[in-house]
Nanobody, 128 residues
Framework: EVHIQESGGGLAQAGGSLRLSCTAS????????VGWFRQAPEKERELISS????????YYTDSVKGRFTISRDKAENTVYLQMDSLKPEDAATYFC?????????????????????WGQGTRVTVSS
């Protein structure tokens, strides 16, 4: 059984930082790219960052470029999202998802439909 778990959400002040973690069990870590999505109240879920199986060619949506950094630790079977210079508009529930990209080791997926397994989400609140 595949299980994906996010952690690290919470309250931060504007300009502050949080680091989200995504751990996966029940699937071969090296076969999956990972993405971070977020969904604010009354808004659609959006992909904000993804990372390939190899860790190369990470993707960032424009609104988080230069502020967020995605990385993966093979030994820990964990993908991180370092969020710096947080803004009130970053407040949302953040979701981690895994996409099987066996034939594309350096591809960081861009579409929600690419992602097969999802976590339950972790909430991020940013105070102004």
């Amino acid at each position: 059984e595949v299980h994906i778990q996010e952690s690290g959400g919470g309250l931060a002040q504007a300009g502050g930082s949080l680091r989200l973690s995504c751990t996966a069990s029940g699937l071969p870590y090296d076969d999956y790219a990972v993405g971070w999505f977020r969904q604010a109240p009354e808004k659609e879920r959006e992909l904000i960052s993804s990372i390939s199986r190899t860790g190369r060619n990470p993707y960032y949506t424009d609104s988080v470029k230069g502020r967020f950094t995605i990385s993966r630790d093979k030994a820990e079977n964990t993908v991180y999202l370092q969020m710096d210079s947080l803004k009130p508009e970053d407040a949302a529930t953040y979701f981690c998802a895994a996409a099987r990209t066996t034939s594309l080791p350096n591809y960081s997926p861009r579409a929600q439909a690419d992602f097969e397994y999802w976590g339950q989400g972790t909430r991020v609140t940013v105070s102004s």
